[in-house]
């Protein structure tokens, strides 16, 4: 099974910048896909972007523009640069991976953006 290693979060000012990294370890099949959701307090969970084996990738409307998602595949690791961070995006990010097999979830990493 997979196992993810996320960090990076943490607190930052409005209009700063954070990049999340999220590493897949263990025993897992090929993967189709790596990404980013995030739920903030009292909201349900949702996607921030995503990436799929062939390069494609998706991005929520309100990630579009400041957040890229990229991935190194010799190192089974996923990023997530996180630019002009505003409060609203204040929430616990989760790296999720789907393999053939299955599918992983990180611990999550705290991301509060606040003055």
């Known amino acids: 099974q997979v196992q993810l290693v996320e960090s990076g979060g943490g607190l930052v000012q409005p209009g700063g910048s954070l990049r999340l990294s999220c590493a897949a370890s263990?025993?897992?099949?090929?993967?189709?896909?790596m990404g980013w959701y995030r739920q903030a307090p009292g909201k349900q969970r949702e996607l921030v972007a995503r990436?799929?084996?062939?390069?494609?990738?998706n991005y929520a409307d309100s990630a579009k523009g400041r957040f890229t998602i990229s991935r190194d595949n010799a190192k089974n690791t996923v990023y997530l640069q996180m630019n002009g961070l505003k409060p609203e995006d204040t929430a616990v990010y989760y790296c999720?991976?789907?393999?053939?097999?299955?599918?992983?979830w990180g611990q999550g990493t705290q991301v509060t953006v606040s003055s």
């Open positions: 999720n991976v789907v393999t053939v097999s299955e599918v992983a």
């Open positions: 990436i799929f084996n062939g390069g494609s990738t």
């Open positions: 263990g025993s897992f099949d090929r993967i189709a896909a």
